[in-house]
T-cell receptor, first 119, second 115 residues
Framework: DTGVSQDPRHKITKRGQNVTFRCDPI?????LYWYRQTLGQGPEFLTY????????KSRLLSDRFSAERPKGSFSTLEIQRTEQGDSAMYLC?????????????????FGNGTRLTVT | AQSVTQPDIHITVSEGASLELRCNYS??????LFWYVQSPGQGLQLLLK??????LVQGIKGFEAEFKRSQSSFNLRKPSVHWSDAAEYFC?????????????FGTGTQLKVEL
């Protein structure tokens, strides 16, 4: 178990540029989540995948945000035309759920996050 | 909609002293409750969780939490704090939506430990 890996750890970009983050979940985990954490706040849910299917998106996820998990393994989160308000820590988490147990018996394992700074 | 309130933004305790971090939640059904810890520059680590059953839940690193439905609380406790416990602590409530672990987090409590 190598844990959830996120790349890059830090990203500084100018307003208006596009950025893409990558998340590699724990290999056998079938669910993958994206959260955003701004300074002084707790993480806020953005979206989650069950295998390759994106099952829910928060209203926080504007049209400039898109997430994919093409083969049900790693995921990418892209932000187009970045704004200063996008500056935050973007956290990825994964979990394993099977049909025999409640989803809440499988805790989320978080990565160390990607810190985005938009100047 | 569910929400979590952590009324204490900062708490300072002496090493060896007991600790209690407060958490109040609002949720329309049976809540699923969690405590996570976050060290600087790190992701979140699960300390403990409550789904059902015994209202006193034991977690890792000597932490425990008690679910009190009448008070809508899920306070985190530790009888003797170690300097390595200094970190930020988040309480979260889970919402069953599409079967996913959609968690709503509180704003966190920053714990400082004095030696």
């Amino acid at each position: 178990d190598t844990g959830v890996s996120q790349d890059p750890r830090h990203k500084i970009t100018k307003r208006g540029q596009n950025v893409t983050f990558r998340c590699d979940p724990i290999s056998e985990h079938n669910r993958l989540y994206w959260y955003r954490q701004t300074l002084g706040q707790g993480p806020e849910f953005l979206t989650y995948f069950q295998n390759e299917a994106q099952l829910e998106k928060s209203r926080l996820l504007s049209d400039r945000f898109s997430a994919e998990r093409p083969k049900g393994s790693f995921s990418t989160l892209e932000i187009q035309r970045t704004e200063q308000g996008d500056s935050a820590m973007y956290l990825c988490a994964s979990s394993l759920v099977d049909r025999r147990q409640s989803s809440y018996n499988s805790p989320l394992h978080f990565g160390n996050g990607t810190r985005l700074t938009v100047t | 909609a569910q929400s979590v309130t952590q009324p204490d933004i900062h708490i300072t305790v002496s090493e060896g002293a007991s600790l209690e971090l407060r958490c109040n939640y609002s949720y329309g059904a049976t809540p699923y409750l969690f405590w996570y810890v976050q060290s600087p520059g790190q992701g979140l680590q699960l300390l403990l969780k409550y789904f059902s059953g015994d209202t006193l839940v034991q977690g890792i690193k000597g932490f425990e939490a008690e679910f009190k439905r009448s008070q809508s609380s899920f306070n985190l406790r530790k009888p003797s704090v170690h300097w390595s416990d200094a970190a930020e602590y988040f309480c979260a409530v889970g919402a069953l939506t599409g079967g996913g672990n959609k968690l709503t987090f509180g704003t966190g409590t920053q714990l400082k430990v004095e030696l």
